[in-house]
Every structure is written in structure tokens, then in C-alpha cells.
């Protein structure tokens, strides 16, 4: 699920389900594309166009794909998937063509791209972080519980902090140094909190950096302020169940989480 949108401009919902539909609700048509992706298949989507139908259909991949992200131009796209790869798309051919893999010994959770667009910073069910800086092509790895999946990995838009959440409902926060021009980004530990009892399943800042949001399987979504990592809010609603995903509005004023009903049904909630 994500929001887009750009000060005074209508915003863009885009959400996707297990009821294999992916949905855009938007004040006014823009020209744009959102990616689907479920099972073996990555498929492209006009949004400017009422054509339901995919323009790019790639059925190429062995397992299921679970992360997909765009470069900041739409010069290529990323995904990670259960068959323990990271890959790397280029999008400027109307021939969906991987460019490069990048290879780890468990399946892929989540990818986060950095904002300096350079590095990919992917988590996986053996509880391991991978850097991966795409201009050198080296990689570095960190392993904050041996024991626990890595959930979700998040960037502040400031390319300053760092949060992560695994299936143990703990999340770890590092601040980021480096990362401009050729310099790799570095690391560097700050605080690790349980935020549930349960499963942690997804972890965002803020646009404006100041608010972390983390989605969690007790049925609720915590938001922390990042400057003291203290609780600020916990949102809750009577219908929900596991708290899959979130996304923030452009000002950082709302944001909105999805979840799935009992049967099988997913919804949205707004907040603010």
C-alpha cells in the first residue's frame, strides 16, 4: 500500500490484496504506472489509462515476489522474492528486462532503497540485513537476532535513521552516516524496543522524519516519535485484525493502515 502525492496536488491511493486486485483511487488522472506483483508474476498498470489490463506482463520469475519499489526517476525497479533474490529491472524498454541479482541464502521480506537511490538495503527470513551498494556492486550484512525474520526495513527521507522490525515484535533503530557521492553509508546502533508481544509486520517514518509508525499483529499500530523513540499514539479499531500495512500522507498529518477482516477481507482505516 502506498500513498503519493506533492504539496497541492491530488493524491494517489494504491493498494493491493489477497484478493489478487490491486486498486488506485486518485482526484485526477496523472500520468504514472504502479507495479503488481503476486505468486510468479510482475505485471505494469497505467494509471492514466480505464484499460485494466497490464502493459508489461513478466511471468519469468520461480517463487513468489514479495517487495517491488521504483528508482526516483523511473529509470528501473527493484523486487525481492522467495526465491532469495533481490533483482533489479530496467523500465526505459517496454521489455521488462532484469539487469542485475543480487543473491542471499534466505527468502527476501522487504527491500528499502535508500533516498541517495544507490543502495538497497534488503531483509530476510534468516533475520539478516544486506547493503547493497549498487554503484560499487559490494555488499555488507548485519544480523540483529539470529532467531527472528526481518519484517519490514525502513529510511527516513533525510537518509538519517534507520528502523527494522522482525516476527518477534522488536524494532532496532540505527542512525546513518555517509551516503553521499561516493561514500558508502554507514551504520551505527541507537536503541532496540519491543513494540509488541507478537509479530512486528511493518515498520515507516514519516515524511518529515519526526514519527515511526509500526504495524503489528496484536491488532493495533503504534506511532513513536523519533526523537525519543517514546510512544505517541496507538491507534486501534474494534474490526481489525493482523495490521498488514501503512502508509503517511505528504504532510505527515494522517495516516492510513490496512488489515484483513474475518473471512479473508481486506479494509482500510484512516487516521489522524
Known amino acids: 500500500m502506498s500513498v503519493s502525492d506533492a504539496s497541492g496536488d491530488p493524491v494517489i491511493l494504491a493498494t493491493a490484496g489477497y484478493d489478487h486486485a ?11 504506472a504502479t507495479p503488481g506483483f503476486r505468486y510468479q508474476h510482475i505485471r505494469m498498470y497505467d494509471l492514466n489509462s480505464n484499460n485494466p489490463k497490464p502493459v508489461i506482463n513478466y511471468d519469468g520469475i520461480s517463487k513468489n515476489v514479495t517487495a517491488v519499489g521504483f528508482h526516483e526517476e523511473g529509470k528501473w525497479m527493484y523486487t ?4 532469495n533474490s533481490a533483482r533489479i529491472w530496467d523500465l526505459r524498454s517496454r521489455n521488462l528486462q532484469c539487469q542485475r541479482i543480487f543473491q542471499v541464502n534466505a527468502p527476501v521480506n522487504c527491500i528499502c532503497l535508500h533516498p541517495n537511490q544507490g543502495e538497497l538495503f534488503i531483509g530476510d527470513q534468516s533475520g539478516t540485513i544486506h547493503i547493497w551498494d549498487l554503484k560499487t556492486d559490494k555488499n ?33 533503530i540505527w542512525t ?11 551504520l551505527h546502533e541507537k536503541d532496540d524496543f519491543t513494540v509488541s508481544p507478537r509479530y512486528a509486520l511493518k515498520c515507516l517514518f514519516s515524511p518529515d522524519s519526526t514519527l515511526l509508525a509500526t504495524t503489528l499483529a496484536d491488532n493495533c499500530t503504534k506511532i513513536w516519535k523519533t526523537a525519543d523513540l517514546t510512544l505517541h499514539t496507538e491507534l486501534k479499531d474494534s474490526s481489525q485484525r493482523w495490521v498488514w500495512d501503512c502508509a503517511f500522507s505528504g504532510d505527515s498529518q494522517y495516516i492510513i ?14 487516521f489522524k
Not at 534507520?162 to 522488536?170: H, P, Y
Not at 493502515?257 to 484512516?270: E, M, N, R, S, Y
Request: hydrophobic share 35%; glycine share 10%.
Open 140 to 172: 555488507e550484512h548485519l544480523i540483529p537476532d539470529p532467531d527472528a525474520s526481518i519484517q519490514s526495513i525502513s529510511i527516513d527521507p533525510m537518509g538519517t535513521m534507520m528502523s527494522a522490525v522482525n516476527n518477534k515484535g522488536q524494532c532496532y
Open 80 to 83: 525481492g522474492g522467495e526465491d
Open 176 to 186: 546513518l552516516t555517509g551516503g553521499r557521492n561516493d561514500d558508502p553509508t554507514m
Open 22 to 32: 490491486i486498486r488506485a483511487q486518485w482526484d485526477l488522472l496523472q500520468d504514472c
Open 257 to 270: 493502515t490496512g488489515f484483513l477482516l474475518i473471512p479473508a477481507k481486506f479494509q482500510l482505516t484512516f
